[in-house]
């Protein structure tokens, strides 16, 4: 048989349907019909909640030991933790014991040398618990509403505190609730001493700058405060006690520019967050008013000679 006459096509059996470019354009086409169905007709989620629903219990089997893990590593941390804080509490529990100690022998020796140089006794604070409803609803004042009012002897100017320090003053008072001005209020002022040098200044309430801070204005740019002094009530406005912890000085800016230093401190009451409060009684009431001024004798005019 001629050469010419061989069948060169391949047999059936070798023969490799359509290209590989044709298979790829195909399926991305089916591909990407598919994912458009799924996302406008939803044509596929009974068919994942099936499958989600099959293989459940094969993932539950697989995760338990990474929570095994998770849990061991978070009972871990949390036994360390309440270790840490349980060993916090007792220093500072011995601290305030050791504190509590020397609070009453100086108590006893402040009252002997009162006794001794003849001068009054300090006065007493007489306070009520109260505690904190609302925020009010003015969003650029920094106050609170109690639930204390004029039936249960409050009154206006009654300083506040809480565990840590001084939060701020009742400023309006209704029958049965009462409006507590914050000390980090644009328009609160709070006379302060300087613990550690025993200099006075007053504090002015910033709500803006460290989230809420005190400011101690007007004071020289050589002034010997430094960050971390405690500033505390200095009780001579008459109203609140002295010796309450009002704030810590957080920042000291002293400028070439300006006579004046900017200083700010942090309020060492919570207060953003205080839940439960005292209402100390204001002192101004405790405390005697002043001597009634004399008023001049007028002096008899002598008739002159004639």
Same mark, same amino acid.
């Given at each position: 048989?001629?050469?010419?006459?061989?069948?060169?096509?391949?047999?059936?059996?070798?023969?490799?349907?359509?290209?590989?470019?044709?298979?790829?354009?195909?399926?991305?086409?089916?591909?990407?019909?598919?994912?458009?169905?799924?996302?406008?007709?939803?044509?596929?989620?009974?068919?994942? *909640?099936? /499958?989600? &629903? #099959?293989?459940?219990?094969? !993932?539950?089997?697989?995760?338990?030991?990474?929570?095994? $893990?998770?849990? @061991?590593? *978070?009972? /871990?941390? &949390? #036994?360390?933790?309440?270790? !840490?804080?349980?060993?916090e509490a007792r220093q500072k529990? $011995?601290?305030? @014991?050791?504190?509590?100690?020397?609070?009453?022998?100086?108590?006893?020796?402040?009252?002997?040398?009162?006794?001794?140089?003849?001068?009054?006794?300090?006065?007493?604070?007489?306070?009520?618990?109260?505690?904190?409803?609302?925020?009010?609803?003015?969003?650029?004042?920094?106050?609170?509403?109690?639930?204390?009012?004029?039936?249960?002897?409050?009154?206006?100017?009654?300083?506040?505190?809480?565990?840590?320090?001084?939060?701020?003053?009742?400023?309006?008072?209704?029958?049965?609730?009462?409006?507590?001005?914050?000390?980090i209020d644009r328009d609160h002022?709070?006379?302060?001493?300087?613990?550690?040098?025993?200099?006075?200044?007053?504090?002015?309430?910033?709500?803006?700058?460290?989230?809420?801070?005190?400011?101690?204005?007007?004071?020289?740019?050589?002034?010997?405060?430094?960050?971390?002094?405690?500033?505390?009530?200095?009780?001579v406005d008459g109203i609140y006690?002295?010796?309450?912890?009002?704030?810590?000085?957080?920042?000291?800016?002293?400028?070439?520019?300006?006579?004046?230093?900017?200083?700010?401190?942090?309020?060492?009451?919570?207060?953003?967050?205080?839940?439960?409060?005292?209402?100390?009684?204001?002192?101004?009431?405790?405390?005697?008013?002043?001597?009634?001024?004399?008023?001049?004798?007028?002096?008899?005019?002598?008739?002159?000679?004639?």
């Amino acid at each position: 048989m001629p050469l010419g006459t061989l069948d060169r096509t391949p047999p059936p059996f070798f023969k490799q349907g359509p290209s590989a470019l044709s298979k790829l354009i195909f399926f991305s086409a089916l591909a990407l019909f598919l994912m458009v169905a799924d996302t406008r007709l939803k044509i596929s989620q009974p068919l994942r *909640a099936v /499958v989600a &629903t #099959v293989l459940y219990p094969v !993932q539950w089997l697989v995760m338990q030991p990474v929570r095994m $893990a998770q849990n @061991a590593g *978070a009972y /871990v941390s &949390t #036994v360390k933790s309440a270790q !840490q804080t349980e060993a916090e509490a007792r220093q500072k529990l $011995a601290l305030q @014991a050791l504190r509590a100690n020397q609070v009453e022998q100086l108590a006893l020796e402040n009252g002997r040398l009162r006794k001794l140089l003849g001068l009054r006794e300090q006065l007493g604070v007489t306070s009520q618990p109260a505690e904190v409803l609302y925020d009010a609803a003015d969003p650029y004042t920094r106050k609170i509403i109690i639930d204390r009012g004029l039936t249960q002897g409050i009154e206006a100017g009654s300083p506040v505190v809480d565990e840590l320090g001084v939060l701020g003053q009742v400023t309006r008072v209704y029958p049965l609730v009462s409006e507590v001005t914050l000390v980090i209020d644009r328009d609160h002022a709070i006379p302060v001493l300087n613990t550690r040098t025993g200099a006075r200044s007053v504090a002015y309430g910033d709500p803006i700058t460290l989230g809420g801070s005190l400011e101690l204005r007007f004071m020289p740019a050589n002034a010997d405060v430094q960050a971390g002094d405690l500033l505390t009530t200095s009780g001579v406005d008459g109203i609140y006690p002295p010796g309450l912890p009002v704030a810590k000085v957080a920042k000291v800016e002293r400028r070439a520019d300006s006579s004046f230093a900017r200083i700010h401190g942090a309020p060492q009451a919570l207060a953003l967050g205080a839940r439960h409060v005292m209402v100390l009684k204001p002192l101004s009431g405790q405390i005697p008013p002043p001597p009634a001024e004399e008023k001049p004798q007028p002096v008899s005019k002598r008739g002159s000679r004639p």
